[in-house]
Nanobody
Framework: QVQLVESGGGTVQAGGSLRLSCAAS????????VGWFRQAPGKEREFVTA????????YYADSMKGRFTISRDNANNMVYLQMNSLQPEDTAVYYC?????????????????WGQGTQVTVSS
């Protein structure tokens, strides 16, 4: 089993940056791919980015390419999301989630474990 805890959210002005962290517990964390999703009020949960269990493969939603970077440190059970050039439309609760190796990482229903989320607010 894997437990996930996000941190690093907050309020930032448009054009600013934030780095989110996802701390995992559980000895099998390195066997899981990890994704970040976000959900704004009144909207569906949206795929942001994902990283394979080894870190060798990464995936991004089109609107995040070039602005967001995902990385992981399996030795310390951490996954990071560096977000640059933030815009008001990036305001949402951001969740990290863990999925078994080989699943479609773009679909939230393929993830077995979720964190509680961290709020990101971008002011104009």
């Amino acid at each position: 089993q894997v437990q996930l805890v996000e941190s690093g959210g907050g309020t930032v002005q448009a054009g600013g940056s934030l780095r989110l962290s996802c701390a995992a517990s559980g000895r099998t964390f390195s066997n899981y791919a990890v994704g970040w999703f976000r959900q704004a009020p009144g909207k569906e949960r949206e795929f942001v980015t994902a990283i394979s269990w080894s870190g060798s493969s990464t995936y991004y939603a089109d609107s995040m390419k070039g602005r967001f970077t995902i990385s992981r440190d399996n030795a310390n059970n951490m996954v990071y999301l560096q977000m640059n050039s933030l815009q008001p439309e990036d305001t949402a609760v951001y969740y990290c989630a863990a999925a078994p190796h080989g699943t479609n990482l773009f679909r939230p229903y393929n993830y077995d474990y979720w964190g509680q989320g961290t709020q990101v607010t971008v002011s104009s």
